[in-house]
Every structure is written in structure tokens, then in C-alpha cells.
């Protein structure tokens, strides 16, 4: 099996310092991939630069289309890099209204990117908005709620729909249960695992939660100070940490 990403030395700098550095790893297809690290340590910089939204000061990212044909991001022009942020790659973002449109209806919420891959006749577009909120189970009779009518976990699912929906190689997730009660983290989460599952997309997703980590990823990054300190299968890290800065973080969740 190929990579569909590929990291090579890649490092962001805030002035003259660097939010992370020395990220190298590949990605298979429908692979996930957790960040995970206390706040400060670089994931969200890593996520950002990963996703072309920041550019990278040194290093490479490559990326591996549907066609086989590899896109290095730096070279990328802008249309470019939007295309394949549309047809290739989607991002949930912790906070719902930075990653849905709050005052269109959920329907026109998950039709947006269809339409923005050219899909045009209304009525396939609305049964398949429709079809999208019954498997992210929020209900077809909500289809033309704007989502600022809706709980904080379904804004959440809403987002993931919106996402899917287009059929994408990899999706990007900044702490997606970040911003969610508890009480509704483990529905959220069995939900996504099950679409992931499903739809064997890949996924490189930030958490400071261990317990998010062991539920979804096959492998997991593990940062400190913009370093990845510790990489490699999921259960191995949790159950046998290596670095101490891992054993560390692991212990302070078996005592908590
Ligand atoms: N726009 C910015 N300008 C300057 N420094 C920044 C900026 N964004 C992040 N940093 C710094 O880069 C480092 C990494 O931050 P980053 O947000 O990537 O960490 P994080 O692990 O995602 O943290 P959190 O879990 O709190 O979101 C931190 O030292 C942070 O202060």
C-alpha cells in the first residue's frame, strides 16, 4: 500500500520561534492519526501547516491525489491548494461556527460542497443532505433548520456530515470533541468511528484526550515543545510508553 501524505523535516516558525519542528511520518490511505500533547506543544500548528492552511518554513508536504499524481504544498498555487481542499480533503474544526455556516439551513449546510464540486440538481441534492443528517443522526425533519438551533454535539455531527459528504481522501480534525459535554463525547465518538470505518477515510486528528486517542487511531504522534517525541501504533504507546514525557501524560490519566 502507497502513503497518501508523506511529512518530510517540516517545521512552522512564529517569528524566531517554532510552533513545531522535525515532523517527519507518512499517512496510509484510511489511516488515522492522532496528535496528541499538552496545549502549547505544536498539534494545531502541525495540523494547520499539514493542511496547507499554514506554509511551512522548512520541510515538505506531499500529498497523493486520487490520480496517483503527488502535490508538494509549498509549490502549490492557491486555486490549486483549493481544489484539493474541496474534492480531496475536508476539516472539522473544534468550534462548529468555524467550520459550518450558522445562518443556512443544515441541508444547505452539506449540499454546499456538493455544489461546490458541481453537483446542481436541487432535488438529488436535497435527498442527499437528507440522506447525510439520518446517518449523522440528527433527523431529516432538520433539514432546513439553521444549525444555530441545534445542541452543541449535533453542530458537531452536522460538521462531520458536511465533511463526508463529498466522498474525501483525508480529513483534517482539530480537537472535534474538544468543545462537547462529556456526556455526549462517547456518542460522538462512536458515530465517527463508525463513519470512518465506513467510509475508509483517512484522518489526522489533534486531541489532548488519551481516552479519544485509544477509541479512534491506528497511530498516534505524541508532541512536546513542537517536537514529536514519541510516534508509532496506538495501543503500544499507551500501554508501553517509551519516552517519558509520554509516560507521563499516560500516567496522569490512569490516576485521574
Ligand atoms: N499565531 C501565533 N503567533 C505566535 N505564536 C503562536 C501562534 N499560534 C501558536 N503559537 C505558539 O506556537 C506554539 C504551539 O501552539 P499550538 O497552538 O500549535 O499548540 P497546541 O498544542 O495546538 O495547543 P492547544 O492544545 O492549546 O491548542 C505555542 O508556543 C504557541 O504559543
Known sequence: ???????????????????CRDVNFELYEGEVLCIVGESGSGKSTLLATLA????ADEGEVTFRDANGDWHELSTLAEAERRRLA??????????????????????????????????RHYGQLRATAAEWLEKVEIGAERLDDPPSRFSGGMQQRLQIARNLVTRPRLVFMDEPTGGLDVSVQARFLDLLRRLVHES?????????????????????????????????LTDQILDDPQHPYTQLLVSSIVQA
Not at 500500500?1 to 510552533?19: E, T
Not at 462548529?96 to 454546499?112: F, K, P, Q, T, Y
Not at 491506528?218 to 514529536?228: C, D, E, F, K
Request: positive net charge; hydrophobic residues 45%.
Open 52 to 55: 496547507g492552511r499554514l506554509a
Open 200 to 232: 475508509g477515510v483517512a484522518v489526522i486528528m489533534v486531541t489532548h484526550d488519551l481516552g479519544v486517542a485509544r477509541l479512534l487511531a491506528h497511530r498516534t504522534l505524541v508532541m512536546q515543545q513542537g517536537r514529536v517525541v514519541e510516534a508509532g
Open 86 to 119: 474541496r474534492t480531496e480533503w475536508g476539516f472539522v474544526t473544534q468550534h462548529a461556527r468555524d467550520g459550518l455556516r450558522m445562518g443556512v439551513s443544515a441541508g444547505a449546510n452539506v449540499s454546499e460542497r456538493l455544489m461546490a464540486l458541481g453537483h
Open 1 to 19: 500500500m502507497k502513503p497518501i501524505l508523506q511529512v518530510k523535516q517540516l517545521a512552522k516558525r512564529y517569528g524566531d520561534r517554532y510552533g
